[in-house]
């Protein structure tokens, strides 16, 4: 017999920021500085911001983020794209996020999203 002890936990949750495309440009120049934050509905301690990509509506990261998350079942993972301005506040470019109970786990999804 088992039971159960503590909350669920989704341990060494993977995420890879790979690349953006089509970007909205937000510097006069005609291009965006883009970064993203990655972070966790309920749960402010898990926050990652990606490299800043400067002058490009394409940017490319290639970066990979890996937490835990503590009742994953009434979470959403959240993604915030930004330009970076130096000599001002830092434009939202868009965000989406996605339900942690619709993954399923050991499995990848690999997809695009689209920010709203």
């Not at 890996?66 to 930004?82: D, G, I, M, N, W």
Request: aromatic share 6%.
């Amino acid at each position: 017999r088992m039971e159960a002890a503590g909350p669920l936990v989704l341990r060494g949750t993977r995420i890879e920021i790979v690349e953006a495309r089509n970007m909205i440009a937000a510097d006069s120049n005609g291009l965006s500085d883009p970064y993203v934050v990655v972070g966790i509905t309920g749960d402010s301690s898990i926050k990652h911001k990606t490299t800043i990509k400067k002058k490009t509506l394409n940017p490319v990261w290639n970066e990979v983020i890996v937490f835990q998350v503590e009742h994953p079942e009434s979470r959403k993972l959240t993604f915030v794209a930004k330009d970076w301005d130096a000599l001002s506040s830092d434009d939202p470019l868009g965000d989406c996020s996605i339900i942690l109970r619709d993954l399923i786990r050991g499995q990848t999804l690999d997809s695009w999203v689209r920010l709203e």
